[in-house]
């Protein structure tokens, strides 16, 4: 069955935000680029770091490769909406991720901690939060190692880090349970289509067709 769903309200000058947060491992990356393969309509924030990059990742694709010298300064300047401290580096969402997306009538998809999500979510009350979750500790630990990735002393932190991690939960509006990647991956993409539909992001959309109905009362 495919996903019955309305197109993109074209109308509608403001652009959903959804943040996903997860503990290293945990399966977001594939989520996220499943939806981009699976969802029409979305952009990607490409995040500022300090990180230098990883195997096949391109700057300005992944993310914004940069020192801490230019990071601080951008700061300073009130560049970003928000950043933090994630395992030593600096990552930070730039403020005109948004305006682009608008610029772009697509909804705008932010991979960042649990830090920032809840310092953008103060900002943005109307972002969307969701949280993966592995189905245990020993299923991430599992992928960790699978994933091949991480030193031994590397994967211990992220294990400790994620036991930290996991209890934001709570602050997120949906949690997925990613334990069968094609049902977890359908579930993400069906957040996507019903929040696009809240009425509020449809305002506009409803207007007109309302018009139409009241035109015609009017000719009776
Ligand atoms: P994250 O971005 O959260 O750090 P990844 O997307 O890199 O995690 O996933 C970690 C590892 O787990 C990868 O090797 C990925 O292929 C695998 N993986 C992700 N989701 C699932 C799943 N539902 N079932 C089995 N393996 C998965
Ligand atoms: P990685 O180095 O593995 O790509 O990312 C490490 C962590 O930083 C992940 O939890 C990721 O979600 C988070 N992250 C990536 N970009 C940002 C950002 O712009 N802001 C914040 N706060 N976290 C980010």
Redesign the pocket.
Known sequence: MSLNHPRRNENSKVSAVFIIS?P???????LVSRLFANVPGLTFSVSYTTRLPRGSECDGKDYHFTTREDFEARVKRGEFLEYADVFGNYYGTHSGVLERARGEGKDLVLDIDVQGAGQLKRKLPEAVTIF?LAPSRQVLEQ?LR??GEDREAVIDRRLADAAREIRNYENYDYVII????ER?AETLSAIVYAERVRRIRIEESIRPILDTFEVKESLR
């Open positions: 997860a290293s491992g945990s399966g977001k990356s594939t993966v992928r699978a994933r990613n334990d069968s990647l977890s």
